[in-house]
């Protein structure tokens, strides 16, 4: 490594001390030979700032913004839900949960059983579900579910029958 | 047309959601990240990937930006960590060019080089091919130093280095480069004789 060249290039881009400084713009002023070394490394220090920089492809921007589109379109849901609203629902069914406990807990009895009285429901589903299937509105839905099915197994057999073809 | 918007404006407007403002900062910083990145990778669709790739990681890491320094330093930065990435993942050779029989065959890689002689004349194409044969890490300190307008200690944040030692690279990458492009020239005036 060439002490002087090292000089001269600090010299250059303005990294030497004051001191250092004026050494060198003494010694090249009195020096011939530094002088035209001066000179050289000064020319190539204005080449190498002409330098041009390379021109990427023309797509390049539109590349990146689709790269990142793309990336922000497959972000998973999970991260889109806002976490205030969890954490309300959250709290929603955690109160719930302690209310209930707690009026099972207030009705509880000293021995341990519940005096609380649950009401009793009666249901009349034999005329109910005898009135649901004679009503047309069933034959209809009926009929229209047999429809499907027909078409959905016969897509079925079909696809089916390609596969063996093809195999 | 490029944005007269700063780049701490552009990315204040990114994070304020509008994407057509990181547009405007890719825009203006592109040139010198794919320059950075040719200069590590050294081939022209491998710097590409890794210049892309870049400005994606921006993006991503956009709010973690602090503002201490400059923004094209912070990019340098993620572009010198990605071209490592990449050239370890690759196992791309990356010696240096010395032999006499390796050099001859960069210097004909240019396309045109014995039919063009105006071209061949030309000193900044000469700089650009000697910069080609310079190892990765010398090319950059340049790039960063004379493209990047990088200060010293900007490029040692870059290369995560110390001042010193960038201040000694970028004095050998210059001496490298000084030697190369002798050469090459000294060939050029040899093949005219």
Known sequence: ?167 | MQSKLTDIELIAQTLGGNQSAYADLVKRHQRFVFTLALRFVKIREDAEEVAQDCFVKAYRSLSNFQQQSKFSTWLYSIVYTSAMTHLRKKRVATDSIHDDETFIQVADRSGSFDNNLAERKSRSRYLHMAIEQLLPDDAAIITLFYNGEQSLEEIAEVMNMETGTVKVKLFRARQRLKEKLERLLKHEINELI
């Open chain 1, 1 to 167: 490594m060439s002490n002087i060249e090292e000089k001269l290039w600090a010299y250059i881009d303005g990294t030497c001390t004051p001191q250092e400084h004026d050494e060198i713009a003494q010694q090249i002023v009195q020096n011939e030979q530094l002088r035209l070394q001066y000179e050289e490394l000064l020319r190539l220090h204005q080449e190498f700032g002409q330098l041009e920089p390379d021109e990427p492809p023309m797509a390049f921007t539109y590349n990146v913004m689709e790269t990142i589109r793309a990336e922000t379109a497959l972000k998973p849901l999970k991260a889109g839900i806002n976490a205030g609203v969890i954490r309300f629902i959250s709290v929603f069914f955690i109160l719930t949960i302690v209310v209930l406990l707690g009026i099972v807990i207030a009705n509880m009895a000293g021995n341990g059983s519940i005096i609380h009285d649950a009401p009793s429901v009666h249901f009349n589903i034999d005329g109910t579900i005898s009135q649901l299937f004679k009503g047309p509105l069933m034959k209809c839905f009926v009929l229209f579910d047999v429809v499907i099915a027909l078409l959905l197994t016969d897509t079925w057999l079909r696809r089916r029958t390609r596969a063996a073809e093809s195999a």
